[in-house]
């Protein structure tokens, strides 16, 4: 018999887990509640026009598996080095770092290569799956309208840990493992400068400050030329701005950035974005959760490696225990 099998999220652990599932010749659905795969490694649109990698910032990869698949984006024209100049930055003070790793970008977006590695699968976009429930040996699911989705004999979830607690919940002691996991929040501002930053650096850590990271989107390949910034609050800061209206984090950040880079800037074009589940803290050990009685399993960032390479390499594991492989 044929598994059916249903994955909800399509960031890149899920898409991975879909394609290697796909691969291996099972039928495969997958349903992403946004408008289509990425997830955290995401790039916004401004209505002025303007593109900004607001999630992940770039990525690393250490494991040959992982290695293997950004050497085949890098030969599709879906990823690139990024050569920025990286550095710390605290009060004004400017310290630029070795280039001590080798850094990845999406081409021409972040997520260009989870969306090469969606294409051919069947996914279902701008659906949220709020219940999983058993149905004999098999999963019923149903969406946040109420559809009725169909009914599945193996289920990944795929999606950050805090949002997997209730899709588990049919298999207790995932969901209480996953329970265990916290994710800190960043909020994250986009600005548009309609002059040069006078910043030596194309991307900072940056310490005593509301900000934990910033980066000029320009410097990364394959995007268009313009003055356009990424400010992400730290997970202290972040948390305190959490509920706070997107005016006041933006005036906070940009201060915040002026402070950080000892010049007084202002920006002509100004966007936030709040990522309430932004990164695992920390994650759990073992790379993927998974119930082989009951058919369903979760992969994520928050399941062995956090980050980008952790989530791809995660969503691989969780395949080949469900596929037997
Ligand atoms: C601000 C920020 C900065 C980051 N910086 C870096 C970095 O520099 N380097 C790095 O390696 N990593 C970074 N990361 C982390 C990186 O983006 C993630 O580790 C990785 O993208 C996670 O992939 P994932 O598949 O596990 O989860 P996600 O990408 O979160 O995918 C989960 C998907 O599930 C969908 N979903 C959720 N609930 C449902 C539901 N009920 N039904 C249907 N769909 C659902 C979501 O819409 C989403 O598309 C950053 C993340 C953020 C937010």
Known sequence: ME??????????????????????GFPVQVFEKS??????????RTEAGDTFDHGAQYFTARDPLFQAQVRAWMDAGLAAEWHGVIGTLERGRVTRSERE?????????????????????????GIRVERVEREGPAWRLTSDAGEGLGVFDRVVVAVPAP??????????ELAARAATVRMEPCQSVMARFAEPVPLELDGAFVHGS???????????????????????GSPEASREYLERAPEDVTARWVEAFAEAIGRDI??????????RYALPSPALEESTLFDAALGIGACG???GGPRVEGAFLSGVALARRLSGA
């Open 3 to 24: 598994l059916r099998i249903a994955v909800i999220g399509a960031g890149l652990s899920g898409v991975a887990a879909a394609r290697a599932l796909h691969s291996a």
């Open 35 to 44: 408008r289509g795969p990425g997830g955290r490694m995401a790039t916004r």
């Open 101 to 125: 790793q080798v850094r990845y970008v999406g081409v021409p977006a972040m997520g260009s290569g989870v969306k090469q590695l969606a294409q051919g699968l069947d996914v279902r976009s």
């Open 163 to 172: 949002q997997a607690v209730p899709l588990l919940a049919g298999a207790p």
């Open 210 to 232: 509301p900000l934990s990271w910033i980066a000029r989107d320009a410097s990364k390949p394959g995007r268009a030329a313009g003055e356009r910034w990424v400010l992400h």
């Open 266 to 275: 202002r920006p002509v074009e100004t966007v936030a974005h709040r990522w």
């Open 301 to 303: 960032d928050w399941c």
